[in-house]
Nanobody, 120 residues
Framework: QVQLVESGGGLVQAGGSLRLSCVAS????????MGWYRQAPGNQRELVAG???????NYADFVKGRFTISRDNEKNTVSLQMNSLKPDDTAVYYC??????????????WGQGTQVTVSS
């Protein structure tokens, strides 16, 4: 099983920046795509940004131009640089990882979450 540990959340004023990091450990064989999701109170968990093992990225429209996802395959880490933060970005942010078994991809690997709070 993959263990994912996030860090870097906190409280920031609107317009500020935060950098989230996530390190994968344990059974990381077949580690494939990684990404960040978020969940605000009363809302469903939603994709923020994803990155393939090869570095191809995708972003939710609401973060394009403000957030940047990156990864280090040697260190098994994924990061999310968040700039120009808005109060609407307030949520618990979760790291996600995929494991590719060849004929099956396990998407259900999650960190414990890190709180990001943006004050107005």
């Amino acid at each position: 099983q993959v263990q994912l540990v996030e860090s870097g959340g906190g409280l920031v004023q609107a317009g500020g920046s935060l950098r989230l990091s996530c390190v994968a450990s344990g059974s990381i064989g077949g580690l494939a795509g990684m990404g960040w999701y978020r969940q605000a109170p009363g809302n469903q968990r939603e994709l923020v940004a994803g990155i393939t093992y090869g570095g191809r990225t995708n972003y939710a429209d609401f973060v394009k131009g403000r957030f940047t996802i990156s990864r280090d395959n040697e260190k098994n880490t994924v990061s999310l640089q968040m700039n120009s933060l808005k109060p609407d970005d307030t949520a618990v942010y979760y790291c996600n990882a995929e494991r590719d078994y060849g004929d099956y991809v396990d998407h259900n690997n999650w960190g414990q979450g890190t709180q990001v709070t943006v004050s107005s």
